[in-house]
């Protein structure tokens, strides 16, 4: 016989040994995982940040004051008056405020609109006029479209006071939405 | 090993928080213009009347107690269109309900200039409603 034949094999279990060692994890490792894994969570359910932008002012138009009373602007533009105020058409009609919300596709929203006695409009020579029952559309509460948008309308009530001094009145006022 | 489940946890937790219960905040701006009118006080026996108005806009407050004279009104040709007459003026309230209650009644119109008043005949002889028209250069 062949020394050669005789020879045994020669197995090394170095390398697959090794392969399967198992090594201690390390707390950074472990916690790079574990945030790659609340990303694919987060990013399965989408969830985006929810914005509002103004895209149009709330316009009570012109009038005459006469005695006094109140202008209210409705979610779709239309005004009323009450008292003696007599509404005019010249200088622009009335709007209501338009605004876009984005976010989330579908998600419901919380309206929050400024409450009575908070709002007024000034000439901006000592003159004012208050802003109160603030309304929306929808109201209290909006659904997103599919696309993740709604448009949001917002009307009030002006007080005019019995002669009130004539000119150009502004003001602001701020509109929240909230994820419910 | 389970102070990272927890942490970790936490911070995931945190994350779907914020994200819940995020807020969104924009300022709008509102306005409103009172507009100044030019009163016109005249008695009926005195119309027509000139008045003048470069704000354009006049208001018509009729005295009471006159005697409903029957005349022609006269609408200037104008730029403002086509004399009106109440109840409405361009979308504002010019009704003279009756003479005898003519000094709570006014109203008010749209014009570049008003030029003329002058009353219509009246629909009815004692009290009812009456016209004015109100002509523009």
Not at chain 1, 97 to 105: C, D, K, N, R, Y
Not at chain 2, 75 to 86: E, H, I
Request: aromatic share 6%; proline share 6%; glycine share 12%.
């Amino acid at each position: 016989m062949s020394r050669t034949l005789m020879r045994p094999l020669k197995l090394s279990f170095t390398r697959p040994a090794k392969f399967f060692q198992p090594r201690p994890l390390r707390p950074l490792r472990a916690l790079r995982r574990w945030l790659a894994v609340a990303a694919c969570v987060l990013g399965a359910s989408a969830v985006q940040a929810q914005t509002i932008a103004n895209t149009g002012g709330l316009s009570f138009g012109s009038f005459v004051a006469g005695s006094g009373g109140t202008i209210a602007v409705a979610t779709n533009g239309g005004r009323s008056k009450t008292g003696g105020v007599m509404l005019v058409a010249q200088g622009g009609s009335s709007t209501a405020a338009q605004f876009i919300v984005s976010g989330t596709a579908n998600a419901t929203y919380v309206i929050t609109l400024p409450s009575d006695a908070t709002v007024a409009l000034s000439d901006g020579n000592g003159h004012s006029m208050a802003v109160n029952s603030f309304v929306s559309y929808p109201s209290a509460t909006g659904t997103l479209s599919g696309a993740g948008t709604q448009i949001l309308s917002v009307g009030a009530t002006l007080t005019v006071g019995n002669a009130q001094a004539p000119g150009s009145y502004t003001g602001s006022f701020p509109v929240t939405v909230n994820y419910n | 090993m389970s102070t990272v489940f927890a942490s970790t946890g936490l911070l995931f937790a945190g994350v779907l928080s914020a994200a819940s219960g995020q807020a969104a905040t924009v300022s709008a701006g509102a306005s409103a213009t009172v507009i100044d009118p030019v009163n016109v006080t005249t008695s009926v026996a005195d119309l027509p009347v000139t008045v003048s108005t470069s704000g354009g806009w006049v208001r018509v407050v009729m005295p009471p107690a006159q005697p409903p004279p029957v005349s022609s009104s006269s609408s200037g040709g104008g730029n403002a269109g086509a004399a009106v007459a109440s109840p409405a003026l361009d979308g504002a309230s010019l009704t003279l309900e009756s003479f005898k209650q003519l000094a709570a009644s006014d109203g008010t119109v749209q014009g570049d200039t008003v030029s003329a008043l002058s009353l219509l005949a009246p629909t009815a002889p004692n009290g009812g409603s009456y016209s004015v028209t109100v002509a523009f250069n």
